[in-house]
């Protein structure tokens, strides 16, 4: 099989992801309501209790949290999609796609980049709230978001799927995504500032901390700085779990 048709396999595979995601709405709801149910329990309940030092450059906690909140619909939307891995295999379908002449990297980038686009999908469903609560975006702040959306995305899915090849259960894996993806999400300041002590230096060893903060920085004071370095570490802790991935599928 050469590039070309490698490629297109790889689109008709990714097509085959969003179709299922959008004909399965309670995947569709549970993705959405889950981080709008978060936000509104820890904004409106922290809220009062934060003073204006203590979220930066944002009005209220509310504010704060937006980032965070769309964060973590991405997390669960490459979580899911994992979970529809598990499934593939133990119907079948993926046992089918390893034995075809569809190549190692393709099969794994298909499953990726169909995980890539949902979230950012998932991302464009939560952005009215930027504007709902006072925020708003320039256009090159939405496209800047949108492509922060896409390599969050890739990376999460990238991780998701590298311990989602070898885990056979559903139960197994929300206990492995539990212990890994949950602390880095509350580690990456998407809850709350991490500015020293121990957890400061273990923020910056992770990926999602320079996601949110570069996400924090276009939304709330109009600032790219951050931008670059976020795609860079997003992208090759990324590179880094694909190809650890095409080994371990």
Known sequence: MNTLQSFSAVAALCKREFIRFLRQR???????LTP???????GMGIDGASDS???GMAANFKQFFIPGMMVM??????IYS???LIEDKNSGFYQGVMVS?????????SKILGAAFIALFQGLLLLPLVY???LSLSLPAFGSVLLLFFFIGFFIASLALHFGWKIESVAGFHGIMNTVLM????????????KSGPLYWVSRANPLTYAVKSFQDILFVQNYASFGLALVVLGVSSLLLFSLSMNRR
């Open 82 to 84: 994992a979970i529809s």
């Open 26 to 32: 309670s995947r569709v709801v549970g993705a959405f």
């Open 53 to 55: 030092a203590a979220v």
């Open 101 to 109: 002449p569809l190549a190692t990297w393709a099969i794994v980038l």
């Open 132 to 134: 709902l609560n006072g």
């Open 183 to 194: 602390p880095m999400w509350f580690l990456s300041g998407a809850t709350f500032p991490i």
């Open 73 to 78: 619909g991405i997390l669960f939307t490459a």
């Open 36 to 42: 709008l149910i978060f936000w509104l329990m820890l």
